[in-house]
């Protein structure tokens, strides 16, 4: 009994220790309301989002990095001792000043669902983050420590790339927010 237990209590001390941790921040543009325009023509003009001669009103950027510890056995083999999973995020969204009463509730509307738009592509930040933890834990002894390094960081590039091109399925089946009311139409 004794033995198993020291058995148990030895392998509990040389699994791989995993730490994911977030954070996201939103930062903000400011958008003029005038009377005579448009909210969508109000927040493109001010709107410092521009990608492939596009203008969008909304934007995420994610970011997900890894450290890694490991210790060599007396064979040289390496295994994994702790990894930590970072995932960073900043949302930006616009403002509106000067806005009467009615241009106030148009855009609270469509802040709040572009808000959800923007939060879907952090999610995929998240689900890639998440990925890259499992993938990694799951990895086998290495023949040596640099092998292991290597492996660790090919594999948490290859699942990055998937989940990069997931985010851009997510603009294409959604029309960049369109078909969630993200979207404020001219």
């Known amino acids: ?17 995993a730490e994911v941790s977030e954070s996201l921040v939103y930062d903000y543009y400011t958008a003029h309301a ?23 009103h909304g934007h995420t950027n994610w970011y997900v990095k890894w450290t890694m510890r490991w210790v060599e056995n007396p064979n040289r083999s390496c295994r994994l001792t702790k990894f930590k999973v970072d995932l960073s ?3 930006l969204l616009p403002k509106l000043e000067n ?4 241009q106030q509730m148009e855009f609270s509307n469509y802040l709040s669902e572009l808000r959800v738009h923007e939060l879907g592509h952090y999610d995929i930040g998240r689900e890639a983050a998440a990925a ?15 092998a292991l390094e ?13 989940y990069l091109d ?9 029309l960049h927010g369109r078909l969630q009311s993200a979207w404020s139409g001219s």
Do not use: W
């Not at 806005?99 to 009615?102: P, T, V």
């Open 132 to 146: 890259v933890d499992k993938a990694i834990l799951a990895l086998p002894e290495m023949p040596d420590c640099k």
């Open 166 to 174: 997931k985010e851009l399925r997510y603009d294409a089946v959604t």
């Open 89 to 91: 995020g900043k949302i």
């Open 1 to 17: 009994m004794q033995k198993l237990l020291l058995f148990s209590l030895l392998s509990l001390a040389q699994a791989c220790h």
């Open 34 to 56: 005038e009377p005579r325009r448009s909210l969508f023509d109000v927040l493109s003009a001010a709107s410092p989002i521009r990608q492939k001669r596009q203008i969008f």
């Open 99 to 102: 806005a009467n009463a009615d």
């Open 150 to 162: 290597a492996r660790v960081n090919e594999l948490g590039h290859t699942i990055l790339r998937q």
